[in-house]
Nanobody, 124 residues
Framework: QEQLVESGGGLVQAGDSLRLSCTASGRSFSNYRMAWFRQTPGKERAFVAAISRNGVDTKYEDSIEDRFTISRDNAKNTMFLQMNRLGPEDTAVYYC?????????????????WGQGTQVTVSS
């Protein structure tokens, strides 16, 4: 059973930046397709970004545009989400997810493992 732990969330002002991290406990991290999702109260978990096993290929939700960057360091079993020019609409609990198969997937049910989430709050 893989364990994923997110960190780096917090309260920031509009226009600020945050860098989220997701660290895996096992030894199979480099085999996982990884992704970030986010969720607000009363809404379904929504795709943010995904990254391939070697970090070369990435995919983003359309509204993210070029504000966020997903990356990974397989030597450190860690994935990152650099978030720039944050706005109140980015306020959510952010989750990292890992999949043992497939490509750059965007639906929550396609992922096998999940972290506990980290809160990001952006004030206007």
């Amino acid at each position: 059973q893989e364990q994923l732990v997110e960190s780096g969330g917090g309260l920031v002002q509009a226009g600020d930046s945050l860098r989220l991290s997701c660290t895996a406990s096992g030894r199979s991290f480099s085999n996982y397709r990884m992704a970030w999702f986010r969720q607000t109260p009363g809404k379904e978990r929504a795709f943010v970004a995904a990254i391939s096993r070697n970090g070369v290929d990435t995919k983003y939700e359309d509204s993210i545009e070029d504000r966020f960057t997903i990356s990974r360091d397989n030597a450190k079993n860690t994935m990152f989400l650099q978030m720039n020019r944050l706005g109140p609409e980015d306020t959510a609990v952010y989750y990292c997810a890992a999949a043992t198969y497939g490509g750059l997937m965007t639906r929550p049910f396609e992922y096998n493992y999940w972290g506990q989430g980290t809160q990001v709050t952006v004030s206007s």
